[in-house]
């Protein structure tokens, strides 16, 4: 069974498209907690 015959046509173009994200879940979601950072500093070199 093909995807287009499970989906209809306004869920795939939903499907193939980015959603709409705001300021508040940008920042949620991409800023980096002092977990991350800590994990992260664990690669850096000293160059």
Do not use: N
Request: proline residues 2%; negative net charge; hydrophobic residues 40%.
């Amino acid at each position: 069974m093909a995807t287009r015959d499970v989906f209809s046509e306004d869920e795939m173009a939903r499907l193939r498209s980015f959603p709409e994200i705001g300021r508040v879940e940008l920042i949620r979601h991409f800023t980096l907690t002092d977990a991350d950072e800590a994990f992260l500093g664990k690669f850096q070199s000293s160059c």
